[in-house]
């Protein structure tokens, strides 16, 4: 109204200081939370066998637990370390056969930490996947690599790889071997890929809580730890028991066994001596679909097999039997016990019948000729 005074309330102004302070601190937070940069790390000694040695490696530097780790070119036949190392991905894609192997004499245990690599451009150049934690690449062919958890002396400390991360194994080619018998050790969830084939050894710190899985390839199960802790999974490829010798895979505690669309190959030698599966406590085992390789190896047809041992339980559904005599029909029990029964032999009036059959068709076959 005209002649009353106005007034105007004092607006409050924030000082832009707070707000920078925030950002700022954003900015600090960011910046400490940004990971080391990944590197691909290439063996290039031409000479020396020492894997903690940094000028042995491109960039003059030993391998991170993100950079991936690539040898390919690798003149020595043997590899060796004296010390923990860390890597983050193992990619391997040299030809000929090379072991690596813990230095002799030493005082304690050695670690190859597998971090997981936070690239996967060498792994994928090599024919692997991002998920690998080990490539045995599609330059290796007929080679063999070997992680052996023990000097070429002996000695009664032990070469571990400990897994860091949940991934594959991934043997490339069909003609590769990756031998593996220094322990894997770590709670995650490993994957056989690729067509080669991977034979282990002791492996009784692995995946207590998770899944090793046989996806494709071939997978020798050489010891009796030697698939972990945890349960089991043969969702394709080819697991083996101790090759083509007789042995045995023990199963964690409460631990279950699954084919689901893979090949389990036995050797049964004897009503004595025959692969098995031996489970443990609650533990369970399922078959929906895949393959028992007998191999031909049968010995005795008369006899009975415990091949799935100790589980409380098992189903069986779409299982087929290969390579064994066809004058006997395999039978696996829901106890695990797999028995031969005799093919059925027709009777003498069926075989007179089928001759008879087989004449009148012979004659009906005269009569449109003439």
Do not use: C
């Amino acid at each position: 109204m005209a002649g009353r005074p106005r007034f105007t309330l004092p607006m409050k102004i924030a000082s832009p200081a707070p707000a920078f302070r925030l950002f700022s601190g954003a900015v600090v937070l960011a910046a400490l939370a940004v990971p080391a940069s990944a590197e691909i790390r290439n063996w290039i000694a031409p000479s020396s066998i020492n894997l903690n040695g940094p000028s042995n490696w491109s960039g003059g530097a030993v391998p991170s637990l993100t950079d991936e780790v690539v040898f390919t070119n690798v003149p020595q036949s043997v590899l060796s370390t004296g010390n923990t190392l860390n890597w983050g991905r193992l990619v391997w894609n040299s030809t000929g056969n090379t072991t690596i192997r813990i230095s002799d004499n030493q005082s304690s245990n050695k670690v190859i930490n597998l971090g997981g690599a936070t690239d996967s451009t060498a792994a994928e150049a090599a024919g692997g996947t991002a998920n690998d934690l080990i490539v045995i690449g599609s330059g290796v062919g007929s080679g063999t690599l070997t992680i052996s958890n023990e000097g070429s002396s002996g000695t009664s400390n032990r070469l571990i790889v400990m897994v860091q991360k949940s991934g594959s194994i991934n043997v490339v080619n069909a003609d590769t071997v990756f031998v593996h018998t220094a322990e894997l050790r770590g709670d995650y969830a490993l994957t056989k890929t690729g067509l080669g084939t991977l034979t282990l050894g002791y492996n009784g710190g692995l995946g207590a809580s998770h899944t090793f899985t046989i996806a494709s390839g071939t997978v020798n199960a050489n010891h009796v730890q030697s698939l972990g802790a945890g349960n089991v999974l043969v969702s394709g490829g080819t697991l083996t028991i101790n090759e083509d010798a007789v042995g045995s895979v023990n199963m964690g505690v409460g631990k279950h066994f699954t084919l689901n669309g893979g090949t389990l190959q036995l050797t049964l030698s004897s009503d004595v001596a025959y692969d098995r599966i031996n489970g443990q406590g609650s533990g369970v085992f399922t078959i929906n679909g895949g393959i028992i390789d007998l191999g031909n190896s049968v010995a005795n047809y008369s006899v009975s097999y415990s091949v799935f041992n100790g589980f409380a339980s098992g189903s069986i559904n779409g299982l087929t039997f290969i390579n064994y005599d066809p004058a006997y029909i395999p039978q696996l029990s829901a106890d695990g016990v797999l028995s031969f029964t005799p093919a059925a032999i027709p009777e003498p009036s069926t075989y007179a019948a089928m001759a008879g059959a087989v004449g009148l068709v012979l004659a009906a076959l005269r009569r449109r000729r003439s």
